[in-house]
């Protein structure tokens, strides 16, 4: 398939999904929209993740961290003033932000902004270690950023988090957030950068000896990893609407690694349908959890029972698919044109012939 | 501070320290052997007082009973969620394990919270726990000795294991060369199996010294502890038996020192904790035991 002809079919493939946006907007209940609305997130993350680790090969745990300062970062920006005098009990806001008031898209963008200023901080002395290590010394860093937000109530309000945040976050902000998310990040990995990347994360020495800068590489890929969740972290408050910092919590660094492991390691596709299937089922165990009849039996609602049969079912999918749904392949138009061709061979050559 | 004050939380450090340890030998075990962090530790830790707890109260079991029989049920815990979850990846790419490692994790402490519920339990305590022992001004709980004497026990008894008898060879060949190890006819399944079922077996006796310390269950009570021995398992060297003993140690008595010293800046406790993890891995990436293994190219 030509160069041209693949252009043409991802911009109707977007404006497909324009539409079906649009109709979910509209049609949908808010419950269903929430669903849609966190896989979208959990895509971003799980992309962003995806970079560092599954195509640079460097171990990061810290993705929760980022997210927290994202999240703080817009709802600080977002909230108008005289609310947030308002809901800060514990000790009056600090200054600057006693003031600031700035339009959602401005916020998210200094969202990610000081999330991978974060990254490079954080970034330039510790990816020196590898593997197991590495992954330890961002979760302690993640960890860290949630401590300090724990501990600074005069800008987060402490443990009592922050409330009543606008819902900016509708499927408009959070598809697009996506799509933009794999647009760069695959423009990224087929550029040069990407091939140093992935060079780095099938052998750091043969890298090095060719001639790649690594320090340089795993930075920048750490940092960019880092922009991205921290606006899916803004994203993210502007849906739940409501943020503290027990929100992120190591746990929520591991819901986005399943995802990206569950995906298939280095397959962006993988990620994207990992990440809505995580959140939907995740919700549609919902009622498992209130009760129900089996003929006679009656099973009473036992809280709990939701997240039991989610993490024997994630147990489950991990023992039998090891290299994840997509196993590391990749969507492509070529790929389809392929597939279709092997399901229909006859109409696919005379089309073909008659041309 | 005056002198019996630093004695005071120095003791408290020392025991505090040795309940880390206890915990942190399994992560270390497991990792030197099967190159996992295996996050469900922490689990198997809450679990321990829980049995303990349904033993006195359900089966009316004497409490030294009812210790054993937690003991040696988190044990088989242990070696069950080795043998369903991670040993059927035993040839799988590490971090399908690590992620199984994660599912067990999540389904302990949800089958908890469906079992156990989540309301907080109180452990009930045996008199002779409740005493307090007073040397001039410092008073000591007897629950902070038994930690102290009671993990040197075990840990005396590990390292006999690990150096002195054919099992703990096995272990010891495994970790350096589990393919190699196979061809020696060493029993590699069989040999992980007792490396969990030991692992587990001292977490529990951490998680009960635990909850008779702190006594109150509740499901998601492994989190923390869990993490900071599996920490306390890095900064000693992870791998290494003796290095967990002392990150162990090292940890707490930091944690109980950095809060005695800096009262005020208590809130950021943990993240004191963090940060010594943070800086040894920076200045000694393999930990302070560790061995410095070059990388060959």
Redesign the interface.
Known sequence: MKKQNEKILTILALIVLGVLVYLAENNLDAYKLRILNLGAIYATLGVSLNLIYGFTGQFSLGHAGFMAIGAYVTSLLVLPPYYKEMIYILEPLAWPFTVIHTPFVVALLLSGLFAAIAALIIGLPVLRLKGDYLGIATLGFAEIIRIIANNIPQITNGALGIKGIPEFTNLWWTVGVAVVTIYIIKGLIESSYGRALMAIRENEIAAEVIGVNLTYHKVMSFTISAFFAGVAGGLFACLLTTIDPKAFMFVMTFNILIVVVMGGLGSITGTVLAAFLFNFSLEYLRPIEAGFNIGPIIIPAIPGLRMVTFSALLLIVILYMKNGLMGGIEFSWKGLARFISKIFPNKKSSEGSAR | MSLHLVLQNLANGLSLGSLYALIAIGYTMV?GIL?L?N?AHGEIFMLAPYFLFYGVLIFHLPWWASIIVAIALTAVTGMLSER??YR??RN??R??VL??A???S??L???A??IF??IPKSVHRPTFFKRLFQFGEIRIQSTLFASVIVSAIFMTLLIYIVYRTKTGLAMRSISTDIETSRLMAVDVDKTISITFAIGSALAAVGGILWGLRFPQLFPLMGMMPG?KA??AA?VGG?GNIPGAMLGGLILGMSEILFVAFLPALS??R??FI??I??LI??LK??GILGKNIQ?K?
């Open positions: 990792y190159r962090i996050f369903i979850a059927p990846l799988a790419p971090i399908s992620i199984s994660i599912g067990v999540f389904f402490q949800n089958l919270i469906v519920t989540g993490l599996f920490i890095v992870i809130g950021y943990d993240a963090f940060a993890l943070i891995l920076l990436p393999n990388e190219v």
